[in-house]
């Protein structure tokens, strides 16, 4: 396992690949010091004893003990470490903790590879090079992000019906040692931080798409690969330091004509196996919310119930009520995320064919729960702003900058009128406020409600997923045997 200064040590020692603001960054530059804090701390976390059972896991590959976000799931008990994992970090920064994509990625291709390396046709031995990627991640403690999200140009038009064929990444061309590949993900989450990229499809595919049906691993400054990357920071602090300073970024992915070898390669035209991926790393993916969005409502909780407090209506029925809709909603997220951990299995969802064994014998969170939880709770983001706006007041939207909470012209009359309980210190009211005013008004905090929305993909692909999968003809039945009618099979 590595620390996070040697994490560090390794991104500076990568090719400049990354643009902001019209100009080509290194990835140590001043605005991506936020998130390298909160990936950070996915290192030092791991090393502690008393989060060992938690933040580490065994190689099922090589028997070592490994940072448990490089973790390949063997049974139910991985899928709730790594739900409660997810929860125990975000706490530590009030937010994202950042390294789940890359352990949905990696556990999506594990048993993807495993079922296309079967296939007749297959190009290369995709699970074979995958393990020997995998080795790699685990032993050297890689970062890995998860490039999904195609650009999809026109909405309602296919992949391969677009009016430009690159709106979906694509190999170009097939070469004796490796693929070309085209096209652009984008929104990639920590991709300006991540050692490693790994891309999977997007959607269900037909079967002449088998250009769109690729998945692979390349280093984050590839060649070939250009970042186009957007910074997520609240406002610089002099006077009043945070607890914790975060941000986050996330990337334009551009694949210009961009050779990937074969032993990189994991999926290459088998389109039923493309559409799986793509199924499975929004699985995994929306399960890991299960652990993220309880864990954020903490922080909403806690941020409503001391705005609550310094307000002096904390009492309030109207208040209860709103405490109680925030916690409600956080813990049926974990509960629905819990039991989708509980009956995890190694099989899949495959339309027509329905819940089949998939993969190595790796485990699947069960996709009901994991999409139900995953849907309810991120739905509700809006709501929650929506209740600490409610109980904040207009404050937050006006609150003073630093520099007058501290001119002494300004200070003493500030703090006078800023204050509302006599009981709380004003410096303690002004720290809840700047942070507050992160959370819930900043730059950062637009992007990260959006990200909470359609992160792990947009509600209804989550509809579409329980609706699909769910046995909704046993509930007619249900209704049928109730009132009297004949049950299907009769009619
Ligand atoms: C902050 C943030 C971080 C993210 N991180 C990652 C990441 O790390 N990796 C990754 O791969 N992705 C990431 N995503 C992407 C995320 O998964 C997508 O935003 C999500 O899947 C929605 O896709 P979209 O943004 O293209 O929206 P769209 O799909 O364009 O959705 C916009 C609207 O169009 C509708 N729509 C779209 N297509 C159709 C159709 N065919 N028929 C009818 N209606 C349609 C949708 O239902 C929705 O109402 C991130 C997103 C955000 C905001």
Not at 400 to 428: C, F, G, Q, S, W
């Amino acid at each position: 396992m590595r620390t996070k200064e040697q994490y560090i040590e390794r991104l500076g020692k990568m090719r400049k690949n990354i643009y902001s603001g019209g100009e080509k960054i290194d990835r140590l530059d001043e605005r991506q010091q936020g998130a390298l804090n909160v990936m950070g701390l996915t290192f030092d976390a791991a090393w502690e004893p008393a989060n060992k059972d938690l933040c580490t896991a065994v190689s099922h590959l090589s028997g070592e003990t490994i940072n448990r976000f490089n973790h390949i799931h063997q049974d139910a008990k991985d899928l709730h470490k790594k739900q409660d994992m997810t929860r125990f970090m975000c706490n530590k920064v009030g937010q994202c903790i950042q390294r789940c994509m890359g352990i949905d990625a990696a556990n999506a291709i594990h048993a993807v590879s495993y079922e296309a390396q079967k296939s007749a046709a297959a190009k290369t031995a995709y699970h074979d090079n995958w393990l020997s990627w995998l080795a790699r991640f685990q032993k050297e403690d890689l970062v890995g992000c998860c490039a999904q999200t195609d650009v999809k140009g026109e909405r309602l038009k296919r992949p391969s019906e677009q009016t430009d064929p690159d709106m979906y990444v694509r190999v170009v061309e097939e070469k004796s040692d490796g693929i070309i590949v085209r096209g652009s993900k984008v929104h990639i989450s920590e991709a300006s931080i991540a050692d490693e990229i790994l891309v999977v499809p997007t959607r269900a595919l037909k079967q002449n798409e088998t250009a769109y049906a690729v998945s692979f691993a390349v280093p984050g400054d590839y060649d070939g690969v250009k970042q186009v990357v957007h910074f997520h920071n609240p406002r610089k602090r002099e006077h009043f330091p945070r607890g914790f300073e975060y941000g986050y970024t996330d990337s334009y992915v551009i694949f210009e004509d961009c050779f990937v070898p074969w032993e990189r390669v994991f999926l290459c035209g088998e389109t039923q196996h493309g559409g799986v991926a793509a199924l499975l790393f929004a699985l995994f993916h929306r399960h890991s919310y299960s652990g993220c969005k309880p864990a954020m409502l903490d922080f909403v909780i806690g941020l409503a119930a001391l705005a609550a407090e310094i307000n002096g209506i904390e009492k309030t029925p109207h208040v209860r009520e709103m405490l109680a809709k925030l916690i409600m909603t956080g813990e049926l997220g974990y509960s629905a995320g819990y039991t989708a951990s509980a009956l995890g299995k190694a099989e899949v969802y495959i339309p027509g064919l329905g819940f089949i064994p998939y993969g190595p014998g790796s485990f699947i969170p069960n996709s009901i729960y994991a999409n139900v939880g995953r849907c309810l709770s991120g739905e509700a983001v809006f709501h929650e702003h929506e209740i600490l706006c409610n109980i904040a007041g207009g404050l937050p939207a006006t609150f003073p900058y630093e520099k007058d909470l501290i001119n002494p012209e300004t200070k003493v009359l500030l703090e006078k009128y800023i204050r509302r309980n006599p009981k709380i210190a004003i410096e303690e009211q002004i720290k809840f406020w700047l942070g507050f005013t992160d959370f819930a008004l900043s730059g950062s905090s637009g992007s990260s409600i959006y990200g909470a929305y359609h992160g792990g993909g947009s509600p209804i692909m989550e509809q579409i997923a329980i609706t699909s999968q769910y046995d909704i003809e046993s509930k007619k039945e249900i209704v049928r045997k109730l009132a009297g009618m004949n049950p299907a099979s009769g009619r």
